[in-house]
């Protein structure tokens, strides 16, 4: 072969070498649209974060769909591409056991996890610790309660943590995102300002919850939690279980067992007929309902007044 040919072909594995470098870069936080930061969220609460404080300088895309109960989201080949061609992921390390996957294999260091910037409670915080309950370690968290956006303190914390990553991102618009998410962090700090007053004074402070999705809001606001199962809202309770939230109902005199949007209302609607109450929504926000025109604030406002109904608040 002579030294021409030789370059010639050193020339042309030289480029295929190059083209797969791009395609490899292309496919690893390129983002499918130049003009705007590409993020992907795991749910619900992390997508409402990311669009405020994004604002139109980011495409953000839901890996959740609306009316889906998203621990146990499955991802599609199309959805873990997503994940690999994102310049962000926000997601919730130990809910959502696939995401995690998709992260641990694709995410590089574009993943932004929010339990690295708010510690997690444990999941008895702001209720009982029965002996026996089920569920407290069905996460994947060890025991701890992923459910942090129902705090708008926490959820503001999470806000301006995001706010730096994205500036981090795309440095040119940095000083937008930072006062995107100050702008959100006055709309939560004045809805918890709403839940402080409106549950400051009740006839009754403990709420039995089909799926004890409420600790922070509970520690928060000064509520006791009596979970029917555990974090995993579609684990049946055992009969012991029941005849024990039942008991405590009774002696609460509970005029109301919650149940939530995306879940079978069955076990509440058996202890309500038990203890002569009624059923409610009181909605965890791990997802919009199907066809929902509502946000994060508006479902919190419905949780409020529910809340205030049911606890007898003044």
């Known amino acids: 072969m002579s030294n021409r040919t030789t370059s010639r072909v050193l020339a042309a594995v030289t480029a295929l070498l190059t ?16 003009q705007r930061v590409d993020v992907v969220a795991a ?13 139109d300088a980011v495409r953000v895309t839901n890996l959740a769909k609306p009316g889906a109960e998203p621990h146990d989201l499955e991802l599609n080949p199309s959805q873990v591409g997503q994940v690999s061609e994102a310049e962000l992921i926000v997601y919730l390390k130990g809910f959502q056991p696939a995401v995690d996957d998709a ?3 694709n995410g590089g260091d574009r993943a932004f996890d929010v339990t690295g910037v708010q510690p997690l409670l444990d999941a008895t915080a702001g209720g009982h610790d029965h002996e026996g309950e089920e569920g407290h370690a069905e996460e994947g968290n060890g025991g701890k309660d992923p459910h942090v956006w129902l705090d708008p303190t926490r959820l503001a914390g999470i806000g301006d943590q995001l706010a730096q990553r994205l500036g981090k991102a795309d440095p040119d618009r940095a ?5 995107r998410a100050a702008t959100l962090r006055t709309d939560l700090t004045a809805l918890d300002g709403e839940f402080k007053q409106g549950l400051a004074t009740c006839q009754r402070r403990e709420i039995v919850t089909s799926h004890a999705a409420f600790g922070y809001l509970a520690d928060r606001y000064q509520l006791e939690q009596v979970g029917i199962t555990g974090l995993s809202p579609d684990v049946e309770p055992s009969p012991q279980r029941l005849a024990q939230v039942i008991e405590e109902a009774k002696e609460h005199h509970a005029t109301t067992i919650f149940f939530e949007t995306l879940v079978s209302p069955k076990v509440a609607e058996t202890i309500a007929g038990q203890v002569g109450a009624k059923t409610a929504v009181l909605d965890p926000i791990e997802g919009l309902a199907a066809g929902s025109d509502g946000d994060y604030l508006s479902v919190m406002r419905t949780n409020l007044r529910t809340l205030q109904t049911a ?4």
């Open 19 to 34: 083209l797969g470098a791009g395609a490899a870069c292309s496919t690893n936080g390129g983002g499918a649209d130049p």
């Open 43 to 55: 749910f619900y609460p992390l997508q409402f974060l990311a669009e405020r404080i994004g604002g």
């Open 103 to 105: 992260v641990a294999q």
């Open 175 to 179: 000083a937008d995102y930072t006062a």
């Open 311 to 314: 606890l007898g608040c003044s």
